[in-house]
């Protein structure tokens, strides 16, 4: 069985150190076949889009900020 992760934030500092093996175990042993990482603000937008083109089975959603 494959899982899609609709909301997750592997965007935040708090996964700063171990991102990529988390994201490596979720793919490789957990079965998230598809997750979606999720921008807050324009920082962690940016960083969202960064992992999801890093990591073909990441998508990535941006908050937009109007001035």
Request: hydrophobic share 35%.
């Amino acid at each position: 069985m494959e899982f899609f992760d609709s909301h997750a934030h592997y965007n935040d500092e708090k996964f700063e150190n171990d991102r990529v093996e988390i994201l490596n175990k979720l793919y490789n042993e957990e079965n998230i076949t598809r997750l979606t990482c999720v921008g807050y603000n324009l920082e962690k937008s940016k960083l969202a889009l960064k992992i999801a083109k890093e990591n073909d089975f990441i998508y990535a959603t941006a908050r937009y900020f109007a001035k």
